[in-house]
T-cell receptor, first 111, second 109 residues
Framework: NAGVTQTPKFRILKIGQSMTLQCTQD?????MYWYRQDPGMGLKLIYY???????DKGEVPNGYNVSRSTTEDFPLRLELAAPSQTSVYFC??????????FGEGSWLTVV | AQRVTQPEKLLSVFKGAPVELKCNYS??????LFWYVQYSRQRLQLLLR??SRESIKGFTADLNKGETSFHLKKPFAQEEDSAMYYC???????????FGTGTKLQVIP
């Protein structure tokens, strides 16, 4: 039981490039989330999903897109990367008792 | 709308001193409250939840509905308590969890 798995763990992007952060879970949880955590700051919700085929914006969705074609996968797409998107990205699921399970994080630097 | 407020970004205490990490929430119903912890180079993980009424690693938290607070307390801080702490709220039903902005606890040897 791997829980929540994110890839890649580290990535450097050039301004204007695009990339996808992958997130997969094997706990059969319906709710999934993407957060970003800027240095010294708290979590900010980017997008979330309540189940396959359903996604919704969080606090800071601009510059990102998501899809949820299956229960297991919730990729986060960055289009036209900007330095402001340099951050640590966390994928998470919501399980029984409304406990949140986090991935290990993906460190992204845009230069 | 539900909201979670952690007024301190950074809290520094000496080893052996008491710790209180503040969390206030705004929600008119009966929420579920949680504390999550992020140790250095580790993923965020659940520390405790109010419905369990348990003590984890010496930490306790009591839900005060009158003051809409869920402060995290420990009588004697240890160096290994140094971490980022997040308070979170779930308002029930098919609602998502809302996190506070986090408080970094620094325990000074």
């Amino acid at each position: 039981n791997a829980g929540v798995t994110q890839t890649p763990k580290f990535r450097i992007l050039k301004i204007g490039q695009s990339m996808t952060l992958q997130c997969t879970q094997d706990m059969n949880h319906n709710y999934m989330y993407w957060y970003r955590q800027d240095p010294g700051m708290g979590l900010k919700l980017i997008y979330y999903s309540v189940g396959a085929g359903i996604t919704d914006k969080g606090e800071v969705p601009n510059g990102y897109n998501v899809s949820r074609s299956t229960t297991e996968d919730f990729p986060l797409r960055l289009e036209l990367a900007a330095p402001s998107q340099t951050s640590v990205y966390f994928c998470a699921t919501q399980g029984p008792g409304n406990t949140i399970y986090f991935g290990e994080g993906s460190w992204l630097t845009v230069v | 709308a539900q909201r979670v407020t952690q007024p301190e970004k950074l809290l520094s205490v000496f080893k052996g001193a008491p710790v209180e990490l503040k969390c206030n929430y705004s929600y008119s119903g009966s929420p579920e409250l949680f504390w999550y912890v992020q140790y250095s180079r580790q993923r965020l993980q659940l520390l405790l939840r109010h419905i369990s009424r348990e003590s984890i690693k010496g930490f306790t938290a009591d839900l005060n509905k009158g003051e809409t607070s869920f402060h995290l307390k420990k009588p004697f801080a240890q160096e290994e308590d140094s971490a980022m702490y997040y308070c979170a709220l779930h308002s029930g039903g098919y609602q998502k969890v809302t996190f506070g902005t986090g408080t970094k606890l620094q325990v000074i040897p």
